[in-house]
């Protein structure tokens, strides 16, 4: 149980970082290309695609995407642990806000 204490923050703060970083780079991109146009589609592979190419908007989408999604990977990390350790309560409560989470992008994308 103290290793799952452990290491749960470090996903956090690394996922934050890494962010961080990202979007950083994306403003410094912006302030070299002035005229950089906003991406057209939110379409995850070709935003990652612009932003390999210096798109200085699809880059900081990169980052917010990474901030997004990292307490989801918490989230998921969790329910890994608990599904080791046989934790029944730990599997019930993280699958339930894993659906709420899951439900929650599918009706926010439409």
Do not use: C, W
């Amino acid at each position: 149980m103290n290793k799952k204490n452990i290491s749960l923050p470090k996903i956090y703060k690394r996922g934050a970082d890494a962010s961080f970083i990202i979007i950083l780079l994306g403003l410094i991109e912006l302030l070299i290309f002035q005229g950089a146009n906003k991406p057209n589609t939110l379409n995850i592979l070709h935003l990652f695609y612009q932003a390999l190419h210096f798109s200085p908007y699809a880059t900081m989408y990169t980052g917010l995407i990474l901030l997004i999604s990292t307490p989801i990977a918490v989230l998921l990390a969790i329910l890994t642990i608990s599904i080791i350790q046989k934790s029944i309560k730990e599997i019930a409560l993280s699958s339930i806000i894993l659906v709420i989470i899951i439900i929650a992008i599918i009706f926010g994308i439409r």
